[in-house]
């Protein structure tokens, strides 16, 4: 069986951002078995799980994304939107934009300490749409 529904999820400013409570808020009861699909439809921001205690990690995430790809790069041609667009859409690439979870007695079986994190590259990103499907 196949449950599909779409969501947003708060506007938040660039960074990386744990939003595991606020997409399981969002989501009916979990089956007792299967997949988690979740996709951000967007070009500049992604999806990904990483640590959930430490808010450092999620800023040096931030120090290392912004190293591998820096605003104002004047290599760069697509600047319509301003100087955060390329370099959001080259960080969606190197995060992704999609994760499986899989879902063991009603949880999403996530280790101790992982989250899930939307990765918003943009200054001002705005609500972000997710699918979520899940698979049982």
Not at 11 to 23: A, Q, Y
Not at 35 to 53: A, R
Not at 116 to 126: A, Q
Request: aromatic letters at 8%; glycine letters at 8%; proline letters at 6%.
């Amino acid at each position: 069986m196949i449950q599909q529904m779409e969501f947003k999820l708060r506007p938040r400013g660039k960074g990386f951002h744990l939003v595991t409570d606020e997409i399981l808020e969002r989501l009916p009861r979990l089956p007792q078995e299967g997949l988690l699909h979740l996709m951000v439809k967007h070009t500049s921001c992604g999806l990904t799980i990483n640590e959930n205690y430490d808010p450092d990690v999620r800023h040096d995430l931030g120090v290392v994304f912004d190293r591998l790809v820096p605003e104002g790069n004047s290599a760069f041609r697509h600047t319509l939107e301003g100087r955060d667009d390329m370099p959001a859409h080259a960080k969606s690439v190197l995060s992704g934009v999609s994760l499986i979870v899989p879902i063991t007695n009603f949880r999403l079986n996530l280790g101790t300490w992982q989250g899930i994190y939307l990765c918003e590259y943009r200054n001002d990103g705005g609500p972000r749409e997710i699918v979520a499907t899940i698979m049982y």
